[in-house]
């Protein structure tokens, strides 16, 4: 089946047709992505209102491309997916609605999409792995360990109480003064700095439950930073090589405690999943290879380009809840807030002639 998949919850307009083949494995066809980082880079942040219409005027265009590019017509497609939530709900509105246009025009079935949902499952896209797997997904919005054990089926094990970890990288960067996004401007002053430096504390470590802290670590920072000011180029670098360290010995501690907890709950996972723009940091990923070699499980990182948001990752979503027989109404509403324990999978299958009521029996 071919599903259009249509991703716009922050500052990516994304649109990519994916193909999904009976036995489950998948083909990206086109992946057209078009960030507005510079739109928002003189802010330091994304401003929800420039995002919402920037996406209305880049949304047309890079639809068409992304069907050029699969050689698709919209009347040959299966099913068409946009993610509709959680993210910034302007944003959400005019993909999702431009996805009910398409599928009410052209009669085909709507996929409703969950952002990290779709984040998810992208490993299955792009390596096929068999559930159920732990998934670590940290992005700018979001920071959780996740039990993934089927369409539908998902289990929060950890997530943060304040900030995202793509979130303290940028604003990291932006008390440095070191531009919007973050996360890779400090990685590359990181490697020419001392981590050792400045003492930072490793919030919630030691820890059982698997959950994550950031605000305390940026407030040391900054405090640190105000104390030495004004700063060097070695003070910056310094700053963001300690600022590093303590975020990767973070992670290394809270994701055991991550799969401590999965392998009480759920069993063997098949493998350790990275998700999101953060899973871009090598030594996060070093980290991470460590915690999947502690457990005897393989590591799964999908291409940076898919890490990333992007409309491929919709759509696969999309396919593969199409594949069960899912679909949604054309009433169904954005969502600015929509935790992945509460996406719904299939129905339970319908009891077979004599398993059913206590008549049969
Ligand atoms: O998944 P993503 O592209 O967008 C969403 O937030 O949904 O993630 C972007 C986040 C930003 O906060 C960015 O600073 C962070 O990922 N990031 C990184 C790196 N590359 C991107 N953080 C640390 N190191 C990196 N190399
Ligand atoms: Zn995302």
């Known amino acids: 089946m071919v599903v259009l998949g249509i991703e716009t919850t922050c500052d990516e307009t994304g649109a990519a047709v994916v193909e999904r083949n009976d036995n489950g494995t998948g083909r990206i066809l086109s992946n057209v992505v078009l960030s507005q980082i510079h739109e928002h880079a003189v802010f ?10 920037a996406h209305v005027e880049a ?5 068409s491309r992304a069907m050029v590019e699969a050689s698709q017509s919209f009347d040959r497609l299966d099913g068409v997916a946009a ?15 431009t996805a009910k246009a398409i599928a009410l025009v052209n009669g085909k079935p709507l996929l409703a999409i969950n952002h990290l949902e779709a984040h998810a499952l992208t490993t299955r896209l792009t390596s096929g792995t068999a559930f159920p797997y732990c998934l670590f997904l940290a992005s700018g919005g979001h920071t959780q360990i996740v039990a993934v054990c089927g369409i539908g089926d998902y289990h929060l094990l950890g997530t943060t109480v304040d900030d995202a970890i793509g979130e303290a990288f940028d604003k990291t960067a932006k008390l440095l003064g070191l531009g919007y996004p973050g996360g890779p401007q400090v990685e590359k002053d990181a490697a020419r700095g001392d981590p050792a430096r400045f003492e930072l504390p490793r919030p919630m470590s030691g820890r059982r439950e ?5 605000s305390g670590l940026k407030t040391a920072l900054r405090l ?38 999965f392998w009480g709950r759920h069993g063997t996972p098949t493998a350790l999943v990275a998700a999101g723009g953060v899973a871009a940091n090598q030594a996060i990923r070093k980290v991470l290879q460590r915690v999947a070699f ?10 940076p380009e898919l890490c990333t948001d992007n409309g491929a990752m919709i759509a696969w979503a999309g396919a593969e809840r199409l594949a069960l027989g899912i679909s949604d109404p054309l009433d169904f509403a954005p969502r600015a807030r929509w935790p992945l324990e509460e996406v719904s999978g299939p129905p339970p299958a319908s009891p077979g002639p004599f398993q059913g009521s206590a008549e049969h029996a």
């Open 44 to 53: 330091g942040g994304v401003v929800p209102e420039i995002a919402a219409r």
């Open 59 to 63: 949304l047309d265009y890079v639809i």
């Open 83 to 97: 993610a509709a939530g959680p993210g910034l709900i302007g944003g959400v509105i005019v993909g999702l609605t």
């Open 210 to 214: 698997p959950d994550f802290s950031l």
């Open 224 to 261: 640190e930073a105000e104390r030495i000011a004004p700063l060097s180029d070695q003070d910056v670098a310094d700053l963001c090589a300690s600022f590093q360290k303590a975020v990767v010995d973070v992670v290394h501690d809270r994701l055991r405690a991550g799969m401590k907890r």
């Open 294 to 303: 502690e457990n005897g499980i393989k590591l799964e990182v999908p291409p």
